[in-house]
């Protein structure tokens, strides 16, 4: 089968030849690893994700999920890419070997998972289980772990998260989900939990549901949560299951997209027995199910991402077999031969747009993981502390900018197929369906730019915004006197120094006590943001492909300087043509989409207030 996943030339290249991840393997974590390791991973991905899960994809979205007498039952075929998966150890990729994972950097667990995110309503099953039983790994007591984490990550169990009611949606400190203490040191849980993502499917024997409720009497907000484990078949001693826990999947709800995704709304304690064990203490809910926001966070990264990859491999092939029209340059001639849409300029503008936004989102992802081991692996306090510090101020970048531009990639294809983008014959109108949700769970747009503006600019005074520009800076320096990349680099200087204004802009106002301006422009701010990291990543890939490209066209003896010859070239030859991709998709980014963040900057600086100003009663009449 032809795989429209992802591009794996250009993940190769961002994963060796830009971040050199293989350096990774010096370090002595990760010593037993090596190249010809991980290229030997990511083959195996993508063999189960383009022969496996991919074909799966329709079927999910057609076929859905039901319910019936109280059970879920996903689309059929998940159940055999559930066991490959599962069969695969993909699941366990970064836990230690002793508890049988394989203990890979966390760069190259999610350069793997970027095979099967696309099927995003399969991969939730597994993906929320890993994340649940990572949960139990670090806060359960030896014996939740051995009740509950062995099986979880072999994925014979699986798992959830339960934070949204009706009523507690992006504030889930309203919650009103009761935990009851038990003289046993167990809880009996009451209350009604909404959206949850595979809250009940037949994939798997058990599930164990992480619950956030408040004991009764303590305090409210978010101060006052704690966390629970909540198994849908009671685990006797033994390690056999009991009894069917008191809590009933009372819908699962009807969405836009996602079919194969069951996310159902949950009744606990109808019959006043839920059982529940408190995870880690009392009223430490939030901090703990934060380790499992963060890292969702990241994984709805990838979702975007790797939808939109989706939606741009299945629009370039469609451009490149899909006749319509003459040539511009024959325009005025009747009789001239009908051309692929590739090579109408609008055409081209979309998939340019597409392409570098796509491998600008992958960099950033890969990017961001790699701040991980970087920080995991480091010895030196005040290093891991910089890696530690850069990944905070990017994961609210690579969950909100990245699925909303990987929305927009995703509308775009449909554009480039016009009318039969539109119709559900074609793939790319259910890519964008699917990809919406991306936005909305894990923390809206909204909420995640609150959390970049308040909470990720100011930490440690700044320290880790600022190391960040410095990382942009490094890379502006080694390319700003090359050839053909300092005209480049100099603009993304500019916009880097933009962005550090915009911080220092934010800080002085909610000094003077104006907090309100960097609230209303937190979004604006995010999403410039996301544009001159994407203008870096692409620069320094950029001077990575140039550094490639130059001794090729040395070897051949090609006149760079001669357009014709130049064609011959990269026509003839797949690594030219690949790396002067990378050069085109980072000019094109540079010069027409990372002037949009002046534009920002001028209107945040303009300290308009209107979204405040105007009055609830004039937004229509
Ligand atoms: C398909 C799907 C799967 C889901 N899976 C899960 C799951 O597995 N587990 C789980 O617990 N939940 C899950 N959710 C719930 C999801 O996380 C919430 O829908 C989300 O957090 C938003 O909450 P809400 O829908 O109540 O919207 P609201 O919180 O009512 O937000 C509505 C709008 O108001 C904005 N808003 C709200 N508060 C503020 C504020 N203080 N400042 C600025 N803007 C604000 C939001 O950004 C949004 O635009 C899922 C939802 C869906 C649709």
């Known amino acids: 089968m032809t795989n429209l996943i992802l591009d794996e030339r250009d993940q190769k290249f961002v994963l060796f030849e830009m971040l050199e991840v ?21 083959a195996e ?69 970027d095979w099967f995110v696309h099927n995003f309503a399969f991969l939730a099953y597994p993906g929320l289980s890993e994340g649940a039983a990572h949960l139990i790994e670090t806060y359960g007591t030896e014996e939740q772990k051995k009740r509950y984490f062995e099986k979880m990550v072999t994925g014979e169990w699986a798992g959830t998260m339960c934070l949204t009611e009706p009523n507690a949606g992006s504030d889930v400190g309203s919650l009103s989900t009761k935990a009851m203490r038990r003289p046993d040191g167990t809880y009996r849980l009451q209350g009604t939990k909404i959206f949850i993502t595979a809250g009940d499917h037949d994939l798997t024997e058990n599930i164990i549901h992480p619950v956030l409720a408040r004991i009764e009497g303590d305090p409210p907000g978010t101060k006052g949560v704690s966390i629970f484990l909540v198994p849908k078949y009671l685990v006797n001693d033994d390690g056999s299951l009991g009894r069917k826990n008191d809590f009933e999947v009372a819908k699962i709800e009807e969405k836009m997209g996602i079919h194969g995704s069951s996310t159902c709304l949950l009744n606990f304690g109808d019959n006043g027995d839920c059982y529940a064990e408190l995870l880690g203490e009392e009223q430490q809910g939030m901090k703990i199910m934060f380790q499992m926001m963060n890292e969702a966070r990241i994984a709805v990264g990838i979702q975007g991402e790797s939808s939109a990859s989706l939606a741009y491999l299945h629009a370039l092939q469609y451009a490149k077999e899909r006749l319509q029209g003459s040539s511009i340059t024959q325009f005025k001639d009747p009789q001239a031969p009908r051309v692929p849409i ?29 701040c991980v ?21 990017l994961t609210p970048i690579c969950k909100a900018y990245v699925s909303d531009i990987g929305f927009r990639v995703t509308e775009t294809a449909i554009q480039v197929y016009g009318g039969y983008g539109y119709c559900s014959e074609y793939p790319v109108e259910q890519i964008m369906r699917d990809e919406k ?18 909470r990720k600019l100011p930490r440690k005074n700044g320290a880790s915004f600022m190391a960040l520009l410095g990382e942009i800076g490094k890379t502006v320096k080694k390319y700003k006197e090359v050839n053909n990349l300092a005209d480049l680099a100099g603009h993304v200087q500019d916009a880097a120094n933009t962005l550090g204004e915009m911080g220092l802009f934010f800080a002085q106002s909610a000094g003077e006590g104006n907090f309100l301006l960097p609230v209303c422009n937190a ?29 090729l066209a040395g070897e051949k003896g090609v006149d760079q300087s001669d357009p014709a010859a130049w064609k011959q070239f990269i026509s003839g030859s797949k690594d030219a043509a690949f790396y002067a991709g990378k050069m085109a998709g980072a000019r094109y980014f540079i010069k027409n989409v990372l002037p949009e ?8 600086k303009s300290k308009d207030m209107s979204v405040m100003e105007i009055a609830e009663e004039s937004f229509a009449s």
């Not at 090596?34 to 030997?40: A, G, I, P």
């Not at 508890?99 to 760069?107: A, E, I, T």
């Not at 920080?375 to 306090?381: K, N």
Request: hydrophobic share 40%; proline share 4%; net charge negative.
């Open 523 to 551: 979004y604006p701010f995010l999403m410039m943001m996301g544009k001159v990291i994407a203008g870096w990543l692409l620069l320094w890939q950029a001077g990575v492909a140039k550094e490639k490209l130059d001794p």
């Open 342 to 370: 590739i090579q109408h300029p609008d055409v081209r503008r979309m998939l340019l747009w597409m392409k570098s936004n796509v491998e600008s989102m992958r960099a950033l992802l890969y990017y961001a993981s790699l």
């Open 373 to 393: 081991d970087r920080e995991m692996s480091e010895e030196d306090e005040v290093q891991k502390e910089k890696w530690l510090g850069i990944l905070e101020v």
């Open 22 to 42: 293989d350096n990774l393997c010096e370090k002595p974590r990760y010593e037993e690893f090596s190249t010809e390791l991980f290229d030997m991973i990511l």
């Open 597 to 604: 963040v002046e534009a920002t900057a001028a209107a945040i």
């Open 437 to 454: 949700i991306a936005s909305i769970y894990e923390g809206t747009s909204g909420i995640q730019a609150l959390d970049l503006v308040g």
């Open 45 to 113: 991905a993508q063999k189960l994700a383009v022969n496996e899960v991919f074909p799966t994809l329709v079927d999910g979205d057609r076929e859905g999920c039901r319910l019936e007498e109280g059970q879920v039952y996903v689309p059929k075929s998940f159940h055999r890419c559930y066991k490959l998966y599962c069969e695969g150890g993909w699941g366990a990729m970064t836990y230690p070997q002793d508890v049988g994972g394989q203990g890979l950097p966390y760069v190259m667990s999610v350069a793997a998972k």
